[in-house]
């Protein structure tokens, strides 16, 4: 047995705030609140690791879904930044590698998925792997 959950109530402010910065399919309340006071993962299968409101449940920073073999093989590097060119907006977003292959918005916040920090930069659903790009160009679906 892990251990003892608690209840938190939050006001509807502070949940959709919470949720927006959640990885979709990815995060739970408890992990996401992890990830923002720089916290390791909970262990899976611990009391944290139970479906939420706010996604299935589904391991925190999936490697599937993350930058982190792209950083692991050299095609990218902490540090490195990334683009999104809105044309239709007429912006350009900026995202920085971090280390564990998460990608650091301008806000500080840091999301473990491509399609999250998109998400979070549009303010609704977006495919990260297909907007983000290297500087050079490179859209991240053609570096897997």
């Given at each position: 047995?892990?251990?003892?959950?608690?209840?938190?109530?939050?006001?509807?402010?502070?949940?959709?705030?919470?949720?927006?910065?959640?990885?979709?399919?990815v995060d739970t309340p408890n992990s996401?609140?992890?990830?923002?006071?720089?916290?390791?993962?909970?262990?899976?299968?611990?009391?944290?690791?139970?479906?939420?409101?706010?996604?299935?449940?589904?391991?925190?920073?999936?490697?599937?879904?993350?930058?982190?073999?792209?950083?692991?093989?050299?095609?990218?590097?902490?540090?490195?930044?990334?683009?999104?060119?809105?044309?239709?907006?007429?912006?350009?977003?900026?995202?920085?590698?971090?280390?564990?292959?998460?990608?650091?918005?301008?806000?500080?916040?840091?999301?473990?998925?491509?399609?999250?920090?998109?998400?979070?930069?549009?303010?609704?659903?977006?495919?990260?792997?297909?907007?983000?790009?290297?500087?050079?160009?490179?859209?991240?679906?053609?570096?897997?």
């Open positions: 047995m892990g251990e003892p959950s608690h209840t938190l109530h939050v006001d509807a402010e502070v949940f959709a705030k919470l949720q927006s910065l959640a990885e979709p399919l996401t609140l992890r990830r923002l006071l720089g916290l390791a993962p909970a262990p899976i299968g611990g009391p944290t690791s139970s479906p939420s409101p706010f996604n299935p449940p589904r391991s925190p920073r999936d490697p599937s879904h993350s930058l982190a073999p792209l950083i692991e093989d050299g095609r990218l590097h902490v540090g490195q930044r990334l683009v999104w060119h809105r044309r239709n907006l007429g912006r350009t977003h900026h995202v920085v590698v971090v280390e564990g292959g998460g990608l650091r918005l301008d806000d500080g916040t840091v999301h473990y998925t491509p399609s999250s920090a998109a998400t979070a930069l549009a303010g609704n659903q977006q495919n990260g792997w297909k907007v983000l790009a290297t500087e050079a160009g490179i859209f991240l679906k053609d570096l897997r």
